[in-house]
């Protein structure tokens, strides 16, 4: 014989502020104070616990009556109607008046629960981790805010500083943003230099027969010819996929120019190796000079030296040509 | 000191004094000028020499600027977030006083390496407390007594707060004599924080 105590309803209800006592009939005899708030205006004592709750977990049973005298059922249910707020809980049987004891919380639910029935601290009992778990979850989420407003910031920054770059990360050369700066420089100081547009040939060629990796090494074997065959002060710039601008100031003399072209175009000629695969490239450049222009203009040169580049490549590619001043 | 804590104190300023006394103050403090991320850390120096020089900026004590950021932290419009979590710790301004036992737990529980002050509480009976507050910074207890003249203004109770300075072991000490639990309405508080924004 198990030792037992008497509780008055008061101390039931302060323990168990969500619990449903009922008759062996199901019929509902008394139910706790937050439990009724969660029905507002519809009284629940005095009807069938099946009309108003659906018995989810067990999933089967032979009657409610058999049900709800197992010692310690747990048990899941949801209201027949909206909103159907999940419940947990566990039925106990009582002697006096016969029945069960049912003891209820929300579980997982009760972040929805709060909001659809505007619960407080005081609806649950002082014991209840509820609260505890509210609060946690609005602190997880201020600090989701937070941490989402970083993220947006440093991802702006990197943008902005991507943007502010004047190295192309591939090859480490100058990039179009950096070309701009140095020409209008050197229009500015009237300094006289030329401009070398140098685009590889049969480069789509090596990305689509052995894929962009060895596109991109061709890229940087390129870029490791340019600087070695030009001067430390020479500005080189990969100014679009296979597109370069090689930036020679103080350099003019078309001879010097032609050599030039020439060494560059005949390094570029000899296969680059990648992965024991060969991949031929060769190149076009097509030269403008400053001194060939009254008044030099950066879009203009580039211009220029973009359609004496065109001449080479439909004069059978590999080859330099010079730009005729417009 | 943890971004969180700098931040604040860079939105006390900007809030209450305007951008261009952030702007002194963070140069004659040498922090960040663009301010603090409030989910980083930083060197506990900056918040220090922070404090100092708004003090000097603003011509207060540093035990005064701290109450005044310790009252906007909860009282301010835009750090609706703290006065809610605080406000979790229970349904009464007495309850809330005890919950102030674990603040440090329940403030790890949300930001692992944030550290506020630890708080010990004593109940001593006839609505009188005491508070002893222990922190990396000094100031601890003049921040807290902000704190807690906001939060007792938020529950409606009336309070007498007093700051009764450094224990033996040196840690700062605060009385609270509770005069009304009930003096005023004091502000609602819903569980649910959609429920506490439609109203």
């Not at chain 1, 490239?281 to 973009?306: E, F, H, K």
């Not at chain 2, 603090?36 to 900056?46: G, R």
Request: aromatic residues 8%; hydrophobic residues 40%.
């Amino acid at each position: 014989m198990t030792s037992s105590i008497r509780l008055p309803e008061e101390t039931i209800i302060q323990l168990i502020p969500m619990h449903i006592c009922v008759h062996t009939d199901g019929r509902i005899r008394s139910v706790g104070p937050t439990l009724q708030k969660l029905r507002p205006g519809t009284k629940l004592v005095g009807r069938l616990l099946t009309d108003i709750f659906e018995i989810r977990r067990p999933r089967t049973f032979d009657s409610l009556e058999q049900l709800l005298s197992e010692d310690g059922q747990k048990l899941s249910l949801y209201f027949k109607d909206e909103p159907r707020t999940q419940l947990k809980g566990v039925a106990l049987p009582i002697e006096d008046p016969k029945g069960s004891l049912i003891a209820l919380s929300f579980g997982i639910s009760v972040v929805e629960a709060v909001e659809d029935f505007n619960l407080t601290i005081g609806d649950f009992s002082a014991t209840d981790l509820a609260v505890e778990m509210l609060y946690l979850v609005e602190a997880k989420s201020a600090v989701m805010d937070e941490l989402r407003r970083l993220n947006l910031r440093l991802q702006g920054a990197k943008l902005a500083a991507e943007e502010q770059a004047f190295t192309d990360s591939l090859t480490g050369l100058k990039n179009r943003r950096a070309m701009n700066v140095v020409l209008s420089q050197l229009i500015e100081a009237r300094s006289p230099f030329s401009i070398l547009h140098l685009d590889l040939d049969f480069f789509k060629a090596v990305n689509d027969t052995f894929g962009h990796a060895a596109g991109d090494h061709v890229l940087q074997h390129v870029a490791k010819v340019l600087l070695e065959e030009t001067r430390k002060d020479d500005v080189i710039v990969r100014c679009g996929g296979d597109e370069f601008v090689m930036i020679l100031n103080g350099l003019t003399q078309p001879e010097r120019l032609r050599d030039l072209s020439h060494r560059i175009i005949d390094r570029l000629n000899k296969p680059a190796i990648y992965e024991g695969n060969e991949c031929r490239i060769s190149g076009s450049i097509g030269v403008a000079t400053s001194t060939s222009y009254a008044q030099p203009d950066s879009d203009v040169m580039l211009r220029d030296a973009d359609n004496a580049l065109y001449q080479s490549k439909s004069d059978g590619r590999a080859r330099a040509t010079f730009a005729v001043a417009g | 000191m943890h971004g969180l804590i700098n931040r604040s104190i860079q939105l006390f300023v900007t809030d209450t004094y305007g951008p261009k006394i952030w702007a002194k103050g963070a140069e004659l403090a040498n922090v960040p000028k663009d301010g603090f991320e409030a989910m980083l850390s930083y060197e506990d120096i900056l918040t220090e020499q922070m404090i100092n020089a708004f003090s000097e900026i603003l011509d207060k004590s540093p035990d005064m600027l701290l109450e005044d950021i310790g009252t906007y932290l909860v009282s301010h419009p835009r750090l609706q977030a703290l006065r809610r979590l605080l406000r979790f710790g229970g349904e009464t301004f007495v309850e809330f006083l005890h919950s102030l036992d674990s603040l440090n737990e329940r403030a790890r529980l949300a930001v692992y390496d944030l550290e506020v002050p630890g708080l010990e509480v004593f109940d001593d009976g006839g609505g009188s407390f005491r508070l002893i507050c222990r922190w990396r910074m000094p100031g601890a207890g003049h921040l807290m007594i902000g704190v807690l003249r906001a939060m007792a203004d938020d529950y409606g109770a009336l309070v007498l707060l007093d700051y009764t300075g450094w224990d033996r072991d040196g840690n700062d000490a605060i009385h609270v004599d509770l005069l009304d639990d009930g003096f005023s309405d004091g502000r609602q508080f819903q569980l649910a924080r959609k429920a506490e924004f439609s109203q």
